[in-house]
């Protein structure tokens, strides 16, 4: 009775551990996660109802923040979709939603010289933006391999993909440790440029602000999310070797 009593309690200790573990390295940045999401719908739909001043498009104002760095061979294109703007260093193309390619709003005009700040790292060789680049083919096959990774662990009891896992977990805390300084640099690069520019004043400098630090939030989020499935796959690693 006593051995069984022992064994409860040390059952109802290690759930208590699994569980407090649980909360604070993966719900706790996950609602982080989804608060980020909330501050960029919030921020970005505020700010793409006040117009600039100057009437300029995202498409423009995208075009000469990177004419102002001497860039003139990326091309500019609309894409589908809310918030899909990216800059593919590859084939040296920046791609802007729609809303903020023809949109003279103060978030358009955020986004898309943020955008155009990725084009200007590009041609600078920022070194960030190179240690990136190198991953995203790396951290694409990782992505698609963690859920099956995670399954198999936990199902089928396999602890040597929970190992697996803390690798992959490291690979991408490492990709979006990286990205920080990447995403902070456009996003500075943006408020500044198109100040300088006069495509907005300094008033209207407040949408683009709010709108690139909302959307900075969601890489913080991202990166701390990263950070706490490691450690928590680690613990778990560790935990299993003491047993």
Request: net charge positive.
């Amino acid at each position: 009775m006593i051995f069984c009593n022992r064994i409860c309690y040390r059952f109802r200790i290690l759930l208590e551990t699994f569980m407090t573990m649980y909360v604070i390295l993966i719900l706790c940045p996950l609602f982080l996660g989804l608060w980020a999401q909330i501050q960029v719908q919030s921020k970005y739909s505020h700010w793409s109802k006040i117009k600039s001043s100057g009437g300029i498009t995202g498409a423009e104002a995208a075009e000469a923040v990177m004419q102002q760095a001497g860039i003139t061979d990326v091309s500019i294109v609309s894409v589908r979709g809310k918030l899909t703007d990216h800059y593919d260093p590859l084939s040296k193309r920046l791609a802007l939603s729609e809303e903020n390619y023809y949109g003279t709003s103060l978030a358009a005009l955020g986004i898309a010289a943020h955008e155009a700040g990725h084009a200007i790292q590009h041609k600078q060789a920022y070194a960030p933006l190179q240690w990136r680049s190198t991953l995203v083919p790396v951290t694409s096959i990782a992505c698609q391999i963690l859920p099956f990774v995670i399954l198999g662990g936990f199902v089928l009891n396999f602890f040597g993909l929970i190992k697996v896992a803390v690798w992959i977990y490291m690979l991408l805390t490492l990709f979006q440790l990286i990205t920080l300084p990447v995403e902070f640099d456009a996003s500075a690069r943006a408020k500044k440029i198109l100040v300088n520019l006069a495509i907005v004043n300094k008033q209207e400098s407040r949408g683009v602000c709010e709108t690139l630090n909302a959307a900075a939030l969601t890489y913080v989020a991202a990166f701390v999310a990263s950070l706490g499935n490691l450690i928590y796959y680690l613990l778990l690693v560790s935990r299993g070797r003491d047993e």
